[in-house]
């Protein structure tokens, strides 16, 4: 309720100008509440770093249909956190390029379509942005001419010498008139004020208002001022401490709004009203100092981080290996950062740039090293090719001795020379061992004598079939899996059959080796394991033996590199999924599902490695 006691008026005003308070005094409400709109600016950056570009757009088309002022910051936090997912997807595309043998100087990036959506939901929202604070100023300018009117209407009111009635009516409904208009342009905040409060006080000193009246406001003032009182009281247990700050500056403006009370009461009704104020804002404070702590304890951690990816010593890094243990290190890095707070506002842009930079430099340096490798894999690629010539030279050769004694010396040169680029690694050894097998195959054929052996061995190797399939299905586990493994190692023992039969009667022992193991239940790794070493003992059979050990170790080593790096690759893309994100679990899980499934057959692999070196030894 606005005062209508003139006398007492400027005492309380006086006062109210004296203590400068935040709530007192306009100007200060709007500096005050600054910070909590950064913690809430934050807060929706979070919320929106957690969508994908699908998601940003269409949040984004909601908001643009929106009223503006609800959506101004979330609309800048969507667009920031869309172009930080385009920034990304730039990165591995050229990522991408260049591992495919492309120049970073020749990639450019491929065009978004969803960017143009991007922007052109932008330009609306902008369209809609300028027009509503086009409004917002003229809404602004009106309030501030209806509010001068009124001023002068009050400066009236003094001057005029009409019936006290008449004049009071009058008064009350310019207060009313006063608080219901709203918004003015805020270079004109103050200077409204004065002179709103200067012709007030004017008003009660000339009008000499009768006792009854003034004791009735008087009354009625202080119910209200004294149940705000207690309200601020209770707003002080407010467990959402911004919240209770905003309700706070409201009742301000509600004790502003409100006329004074009864002289002797004035001082001891403020001093409690500030003692409540006071243990709010208080509270506000110290909350924004422990954020503000916090933001430089992550501050200092992400600048620890930084320095350690910048103190990496890359002369030291000179093997595969040691680029493998570094890369863990560096994404272990890459781990921490992500699960650190912000920074500082002012530092937040810098320290990321810097972090970035580190680590691109990191990567940088990395490429650099696989370069050379691949220049090195390129020789590696001339001297296989060589031999691959001088095997398809040697291939037609009938004086089976002497070539075979050269053929082998090429596999053993073959195993001296190190990797090739996996784009080329299959064909080129193909390449060789195609001439190598063409020659020891024509070889074969040519021993006629061996024939009514192989006749015999393929007898044996039926018998051989049939027992296994009889194996009685009452037997004991153990004794079964026993019983298997002594049929597979006598299969071993036997020799080779004719040429024609050899794949019909392996697929025939293995489909009936196969029944047995899924009938006791045999682990696939331990199956895959037994028929791995069964092969091993037809491939060390002949003259032409160890020429295959040494082919199929080498392409087993080839298959183990290309699951080591296919590995690397998950694990280092594991590092960048978020479970929290939209559809990040889900795939999450399949990406851990692949990567256990890489281990194990990594795990196998290098077991079979180890079965051939037993042979080759």
């Not at 003034?214 to 707003?235: G, H, I, P, Q, S």
């Not at 920074?343 to 990321?352: E, G, L, R, W, Y």
């Not at 020429?547 to 183990?560: H, I, N």
């Amino acid at each position: 309720m606005m005062d209508t006691q003139g006398t007492n008026l400027p005492e309380e005003t006086g006062k109210l100008e004296e203590t400068k308070t935040t709530a007192e005094m306009p100007e200060t409400n709007v500096i005050a509440a600054a910070e909590p709109g950064e913690a809430t600016e934050a807060a929706t950056t979070i919320a929106a770093s957690k969508l994908t570009k699908d998601e940003i757009l269409a949040k984004l088309a909601t908001l643009v249909e929106t009223p503006v002022e609800s959506s101004r910051g979330e609309v800048e936090a969507l667009k920031q956190a869309y172009y930080k997912i385009r920034r990304n997807e730039v990165e591995e595309q050229k990522k991408e390029f260049v591992a495919n043998g492309g120049e970073e100087a020749d990639f450019v990036a491929p065009q978004d379509e969803s960017e143009n959506q991007l922007k052109e939901l932008l330009a609306s929202y902008k369209e809609k942005k300028a027009i509503l604070l086009a409004e917002e100023e003229r809404v602004k300018a009106a309030n501030y001419a209806l509010k001068l009117q009124l001023i002068d209407q009050l400066k009236a009111l003094c001057e005029s010498q009409d019936d006290f009635n008449k004049l009071y009516n009058a008064f009350k409904e310019i207060q009313q008139k006063w608080k219901e208009i709203k918004a003015v342009p805020q270079e004109h905040v103050n200077e409204l004020w004065k002179s709103y409060q200067m012709y007030c006080e004017k008003f009660y000193d000339i009008i000499k208002i009768n006792n009854q009246f003034r004791d009735y406001d008087f009354k009625k003032n202080l119910e209200l001022k004294t149940a705000l009182c207690e309200t601020v009281e209770k707003l002080g247990n407010e467990p959402d401490v911004i919240s209770a700050f905003h309700q706070l500056q409201k009742l301000h403006q509600q004790w502003r709004e409100i006329g004074p009370v009864a002289k002797e009461l004035r001082e001891d009704l403020w001093a409690r009203f500030k003692a409540a104020s006071t243990v709010i804002n208080k509270r506000h404070q110290e909350h924004f100092e422990k954020l503000k702590a916090k933001e430089q304890e992550n501050l200092e951690a992400k600048t620890a981080i930084c320095e350690k990816i910048e103190a990496i010593d890359f002369s030291s890094l000179k093997t595969f290996k040691d680029w493998d243990e570094m890369n863990k290190v560096v994404i272990g890095l890459q781990e921490q950062w992500k699960k650190i707070g912000f920074a500082p506002k002012k530092h937040n842009v810098k320290i990321f740039e810097r972090f970035r930079a580190a680590c691109d430099a990191y990567f940088e340096k990395k490429s650099e090293f696989y370069k050379t490798i691949k220049s090195e894999m390129e020789k590696n690629l001339e001297a296989k090719r060589a031999l691959c010539e001088q095997a398809e030279a040697l291939k037609d050769s009938t004086d089976w001795k002497d070539t075979t004694d050269k053929m082998i010396a090429l596999q053993k040169e073959w195993k001296t020379i190190g990797p090739v680029a996996r784009k080329h690694s299959d064909a080129v050894w193909k390449r060789f061992i195609s001439a190598c097998d063409y020659f020891f195959e024509q070889k074969n054929k040519n021993v006629v004598s061996q024939r009514s052996v192989e006749q015999a061995n393929l007898a044996a190797k039926k018998e051989l079939i049939a027992q296994i399939r009889n194996i009685d299905e009452n037997m004991e586990h153990d004794e079964a899996l026993a019983a298997l493994k002594g049929y597979m190692a006598e299969w071993n023992k036997i020799g080779f059959v004719p040429f024609k039969e050899k794949d019909k009667i392996y697929k025939e022992y293995h489909e009936a080796v196969d029944q047995l193991f899924d009938r006791l239940n045999v682990d696939q790794n331990d199956r895959k394991m037994q028929s791995f070493r069964n092969n091993l003992s037809e491939m060390t059979s002949g003259e032409r033996g160890k020429g295959r050990l040494f082919g199929e170790r080498d392409k087993l080593m080839r298959t183990y590199e290309r699951m080591k790096s296919e590995l690397q690759t998950y694990e280092n893309n594991i590092g960048f999924l978020s479970v929290s994100s939209k559809g990040g679990g889900g795939l999450l899980k399949e990406m851990e599902r692949k990567i256990e499934k890489l281990k194990e057959d990594m795990a196998l692999t290098i077991q079979k490695i180890e079965a051939i070196d037993e042979n080759l030894e």
